[in-house]
Every structure is written in structure tokens, then in C-alpha cells.
């Protein structure tokens, strides 16, 4: 079993900056891929970005290349996501992910996303 605890949500204006972290721990095998998945109000999930934990390969949604970056801390046990440049349409309930598989792991579904955490809020006004 893997357990994904998310910190760092909160609410910026357009233009600002938030950093997401991830606390991972369990079955490393079940976490070979740590990512995030949004979902907005009336909205769809959405893969954000992911980091496969062999070798920090990244993989981004075209909508936030350029504006978030996704890291991991191996001594921490934790995943971030720096956000920057965040604008209204990044609002949404952010959730860590985890799967065996990268980049599947934010796919959203039980296909690639085998665990998730709590969720944290993200709000950006403009």
C-alpha cells in the first residue's frame, strides 16, 4: 500500500506562485510514478505532471509547460509542484497520484492511478 499526504494549497491572485508537496511512504514498487491530477468544479480530472522516481524523468500537460515544475526530495520522501505564473484556469482540487507506472500514473483512472491522496485546494483569482 502506498499513502500520498498533499500540503501547500491555498488561494493567489493570477500571476503568483504556490508549491505543492507530497508526502509519499508505503510499497515503493506501487510508487514508481508520483504526479498530479486536477479537477476543477464541472470539469474532468486532468494529469498535470508526473516524475518517475528511478531517474526524475518529468512529463508535463501541454497547459502548464514552462509555468510548473515537478521534483522530488528521495531523502524527504516527497514530490513537489512549484507553480508559477498560476492563472484562474489552474483553479481546481489538486490531488498527488501514484502508480507503478510512468507517466500512467496521472492518467486518472484505475488503468495507471492506484493510489491517491486527500486532495488540496488551489484557488487563483484574477
Known amino acids: 500500500q502506498v499513502q500520498l499526504v498533499e500540503s501547500g494549497g491555498g488561494s493567489v491572485q493570477a500571476g503568483g506562485s504556490l508549491r505543492l508537496s507530497c508526502a509519499v511512504s508505503?510499497?515503493?514498487?506501487?510508487?514508481?510514478?508520483v504526479g498530479w491530477i486536477r479537477q476543477a468544479p464541472g470539469k474532468g480530472r486532468e494529469g498535470v505532471a508526473a516524475i518517475y522516481a528511478g531517474d526524475g524523468t518529468t512529463h508535463y500537460v501541454d497547459s502548464v509547460k514552462g509555468r510548473f515544475t515537478i521534483s522530488q526530495d528521495n531523502a524527504k520522501n516527497t514530490v513537489y509542484l512549484e507553480m508559477n505564473t498560476l492563472k484562474p484556469e489552474d483553479t481546481a482540487m489538486y490531488y498527488c497520484?501514484?502508480?507503478?507506472?510512468?507517466?500512467?500514473?496521472?492518467?486518472?483512472?484505475?488503468?495507471?492511478?492506484?493510489?491517491w491522496g486527500q486532495g488540496t485546494q488551489v484557488t487563483v483569482s484574477s
Open positions: 508505503g510499497d515503493t514498487n506501487g510508487r514508481n510514478c
Open positions: 497520484a501514484a502508480g507503478p507506472a510512468f507517466p500512467l500514473c496521472i492518467l486518472g483512472t484505475s488503468a495507471g492511478t492506484r493510489h
